[in-house]
C-alpha cells in the first residue's frame, strides 16, 4: 500500500491575490530582485545622475503613459485575448481632444473658460476611448473574432480614422495643457504620475474586489466553465475591452499634455513594450492571471533599465537601437523563465498526484 | 454544383477583385493600361512572397510579425558585407547569404515557439524587436544609396521581361522576380497538397491536441515551418533591396500587415487550420490593388489606412460570419439545443 503523504500544499495562486503571494510561479519575488539589482547597478554605475531627484521625475513622466497602456492591455490580456490596437486609440483620442482644445482655448483665454475646455476635451477624449473599445468588444466578444486579429484591424482602422482627420499632420495642444503632461504638485510630483496611481488602484479595486474583476479572472481560466457557472461571458468580455479603451484614452490624454502634440503615428514601440511589462508583471498571456501591482512593478523595472541604457550609452542614438533589443531579449527571456517555473511547479504537485494514483491502483 | 463553387471563400475574393476593378476601371480607365498592371505585378510579387511565408505560420495555427524583422536583417547585414568588400559577383551570393541568414532566424523563432510551446504572437514581437534592434545596434544604421550598392544587385534590378514601350514613350516591363514567387507558390502549395508535412501542418492548426495523439510530429514540423518562413524572409528582404536599389534598415518593417491582410482576405484563418494558396495570392492581388488604386479613384491617400484596416475586418469576419450563418440554418433545421459558444481565446 503507497502511503499516503499529508503535504499542505499551497493552492495554485491565480488571480489578484497572487501578488501577495509572490506571484504565481515566484515570478513576482525575482522581478522584485531583479529591479533591485537594476536599481542599486545604476546607482553604482552613475550616482551623480541617476540618484537625483530631477532623474526620478523624469522617469515617472516618462513612464507614467506607458504603464497606463501596460494596464489597459493587461485587462484584455486577462481574458485570454490582447488588445493590440490600444496606442491606436490612445493617438485618436489624443487628436480629438487636441482638436477640441485648439477650437475652445485661447493663450488669453479665462480661467473657466480654459475649465471648461478641458473637460470637453477629456470627456471627448474619453468618448472616443470608449467607442474604440466597444468596437473591439463588438467584434471580439458578440462576433467572435479571433482578438489578435479583430484587434490588428482596429488598430489600422481608428490609426485610419486619425490620419483622416488629421490628414497626416500634428495637432497641437493648448499651453494651458501642459498641466497634465508636465506639472508637478507641490513642486515634486509629476501630475501623470498621480493619474497613473489613481488609475492602478481604481482598476487594482475593480478586478480584485467586484464581480465583473472575479467573473475576468475566471473566463480568462477557463471560459467554458465559466459560462456554465453562469457568467455571461459575452458582456464580461466586451467589457473588459471597453476598458482598454478607456485606459488607451487616459494614456492618450497623458501624452497630449506631455508632448503638447498629437499625432497617429506617436507610440510606435508602446504596444510591444505594454506586452513587455504586462508579461514581465507576471500576466499569463493565456489569460486568468496577473494584477496590477505586478505590472507596476514591472514597469518600474522597465524603466529603470531604459534610463540606465540611455546614461550609458550617453543618449546616442545607439541608446535606442540597443533598447529595442533588450526589449526583445528581455521578453524572451522572461517567456522562457516563467516556462521553467511553471514546469518546476507541476512537478512540485505531481508526487502528491502520483502517489494517489498508485495507491487506488494498488488497491 | 455551382452554388458550391460560388460560395468557396476564394472564388468571392475573385469575385471581389473583378468587381473591384471594374469599378475602378470605369473611374479611372488609367487603371487598365498595361503599364499600370505591370507596376501592380512588381508590388504584387514582394508582398506575395512574404506572404507564402505567413500563409503556413497561419495554417499552424501561429502567428507570425517577425519575418519583416528578418528580412531587413539578412538583407541588410548582406549589403554591409558585401559593399564593405567590393562585390562584383552577380545576385546569386547575396540570395544565398541572405536566405541562409534568414534561415538562421526562422530558427531561432522556432527554437522559442516549438521547443518551448510559448504564444506565437508574443514571441515573434519579441524577436522582431531583438532582430532589428542587434541589426541597428551591431551591424550599422547607415543607409546605402543607389551607387552604394554593389552593382550585381542594380544589375539584377534592371532585368527585364516582356518589355513594353508606354503611349507616353517611356519602357515597363515585368521583373523576373515574378518567376520566384511562381515557383515559391508551386512549391508551397505541392507540399500543403500532396505532402504529409502539409497534412501535419493543417493538423497542428486545427487541433494540436489531436495531431499529437494522432502521431505527428508537431515539433519537427514547427521547426521546419518557422525555419522555411525565415528562408523566405530572407529572400524577400533580398529582392526588395534589390528591386528598390537601395538599402534602408528602416524599411521593410512596418509592413506586416499588409501580407498578414492579404493571407487572411483570403481565407486563411488564425484559429488554424484553414488557408490556401490560391486564396493567398488573391489576397496579396487584392490588396495591391487597394493600396496602390485608391488614388486614381480619387480617394484621398488619408483614408487608405482606414480602408485596409476595415478590410482585414470584413476579410476576417467574412468566414466567421458564414459559420455563423451555417450555424443558424441548423439550428432551425433540428431544432437541437444550443450549441456552446465557441471559447473566445487568443493563442
Known amino acids: ?363 | 454544383m455551382l452554388r458550391k463553387l460560388f460560395s468557396q471563400h476564394e472564388m468571392i475574393i475573385l469575385l471581389i477583385v473583378i468587381g473591384l476593378s471594374v469599378a475602378i476601371g470605369l473611374i479611372n480607365p488609367a487603371f487598365f493600361t498595361v503599364g499600370n498592371a505591370f507596376q501592380l505585378a512588381r508590388a504584387a510579387t514582394i508582398t506575395g512572397i512574404f506572404s507564402m511565408g505567413v500563409l503556413i505560420v497561419l495554417i499552424s495555427g501561429g502567428i507570425d510579425v517577425s519575418f519583416t524583422g528578418i528580412a531587413i536583417f539578412a538583407m541588410y547585414t548582406t549589403v554591409t558585407i558585401l559593399a564593405n568588400n567590393n562585390y562584383e559577383g552577380g545576385m546569386l551570393l547575396p540570395f544565398v547569404m541572405a536566405a541562409a541568414m534568414g534561415l538562421g532566424l526562422g530558427l531561432v523563432n522556432a527554437f522559442f515557439i516549438a521547443v518551448f510551446r510559448l504564444p506565437t504572437l508574443i514571441v515573434t514581437l519579441g524577436t522582431l524587436s531583438l532582430f532589428r534592434g542587434a541589426m541597428l545596434f551591431w551591424v550599422g544604421s547607415d543607409y546605402f544609396n543607389t551607387i552604394e550598392m554593389p552593382p550585381g544587385m542594380i544589375a539584377y534590378a534592371r532585368a527585364q521581361l516582356f518589355p513594353y514601350t508606354m503611349p507616353n514613350g517611356g519602357t515597363t516591363s515585368l521583373h523576373p522576380t515574378i518567376f520566384i514567387l511562381l515557383v515559391l507558390a508551386v512549391l508551397v502549395w505541392l507540399v500543403l497538397r500532396y505532402t504529409m508535412l502539409g497534412r501535419s501542418i493543417f493538423a497542428i492548426g486545427g487541433d494540436r491536441e489531436a495531431a499529437e495523439r494522432a502521431g505527428f510530429n508537431i515539433m519537427g514540423t514547427q521547426v521546419i515551418i518557422y525555419a522555411f518562413v525565415g528562408l523566405i524572409s530572407g529572400i524577400g528582404g533580398m529582392i526588395v533591396g534589390a528591386l528598390f536599389r537601395q538599402a534602408n534598415p528602416f524599411s521593410i518593417v512596418g509592413t506586416e500587415l499588409d501580407v498578414i491582410a492579404a493571407a487572411v482576405l483570403g481565407g486563411a484563418s488564425l484559429a488554424g487550420g484553414r488557408g490556401s494558396v490560391i486564396g493567398t495570392l488573391l489576397g496579396v492581388v487584392l490588396i495591391t490593388i487597394v493600396n496602390n488604386s485608391l488614388v486614381l479613384m480619387g480617394v484621398p491617400s488619408q483614408w487608405q489606412r482606414f480602408v485596409v484596416g476595415m478590410l482585414i475586418l470584413l476579410g476576417t469576419g467574412l468566414p466567421l460570419l458564414r459559420a455563423k450563418l451555417a450555424e443558424w440554418r441548423r439550428l432551425r433545421g433540428g431544432g437541437a439545443a444550443e450549441p456552446a459558444a465557441a471559447p473566445v481565446k487568443a493563442r
Open chain 1, 1 to 363: 500500500m503507497a502511503e499516503q503523504t499529508t503535504r499542505t500544499e499551497k493552492p495554485i495562486p491565480s488571480g489578484p491575490l497572487s501578488f501577495l503571494r509572490g506571484g504565481a510561479n515566484g515570478n513576482i519575488v525575482r522581478l522584485l530582485l531583479a529591479v533591485i539589482i537594476i536599481f542599486v547597478a545604476m546607482s553604482l554605475l552613475r550616482p551623480d545622475a541617476f540618484l537625483k531627484v530631477r532623474n526620478m521625475q523624469s522617469m515617472a513622466f516618462q513612464a507614467s503613459e506607458i504603464g497606463v497602456l501596460a494596464i489597459a492591455i493587461m485587462v484584455t490580456m486577462l481574458s485570454g485575448g490582447i488588445d493590440l490596437s490600444i496606442v491606436s486609440t490612445a493617438n485618436l483620442s489624443g487628436i480629438v481632444a487636441g482638436l477640441i482644445l485648439g477650437a475652445m482655448v485661447t493663450p488669453d483665454s479665462a480661467p473657466g473658460q480654459v475649465a471648461l475646455g478641458m473637460a470637453v476635451a477629456i470627456g471627448a477624449a474619453l468618448l472616443v476611448g470608449f467607442a474604440c473599445g466597444a468596437f473591439n468588444g463588438l467584434t471580439v466578444a458578440v462576433l467572435g473574432f479571433p482578438p489578435i486579429l479583430a484587434t490588428l484591424g482596429t488598430l489600422l482602422a481608428y490609426k485610419g480614422l486619425g490620419t483622416a482627420i488629421t490628414k497626416g499632420t500634428t495637432i497641437f495642444g493648448v499651453a494651458q495643457s501642459q498641466f497634465i503632461g508636465n506639472g508637478l504638485i507641490g513642486k515634486t510630483v509629476p501630475v501623470p504620475l498621480i493619474i497613473l496611481i489613481v488609475v492602478a488602484l481604481i482598476m487594482a479595486v475593480i478586478l480584485g474586489k467586484t464581480r465583473f474583476g472575479l467573473r475576468l479572472y475566471m473566463l480568462g481560466t477557463n471560459p467554458t466553465a465559466a459560462r456554465f457557472s453562469g457568467i455571461n461571458n459575452r458582456r464580461v468580455l466586451w467589457t473588459s475591452y471597453v476598458m482598454s479603451g478607456v485606459l488607451a484614452a487616459i494614456a492618450g490624454i497623458i501624452i497630449l499634455g506631455r508632448t503638447n502634440a498629437a499625432n497617429v503615428d506617436f507610440g510606435g514601440p508602446y504596444v510591444l513594450l505594454s506586452i513587455l511589462i504586462a508579461v514581465l508583471g507576471d500576466v499569463d498571456p493565456y489569460g486568468g492571471s496577473g494584477s496590477v501591482w505586478g505590472v507596476l512593478l514591472a514597469l518600474v523595472g522597465v524603466q529603470f533599465l531604459s534610463t540606465g541604457v540611455n546614461m550609458l550609452l550617453f543618449q546616442s542614438s545607439g541608446a535606442n537601437f540597443f533598447k529595442e533589443f533588450s526589449w526583445g531579449a528581455l521578453l524572451l527571456i522572461v517567456l522562457l523563465v516563467n516556462y521553467y517555473s511553471h514546469r518546476a511547479q507541476q512537478r512540485r504537485l505531481m508526487p502528491v498526484a502520483e502517489t494517489a494514483a498508485e495507491a487506488s491502483a494498488l488497491r
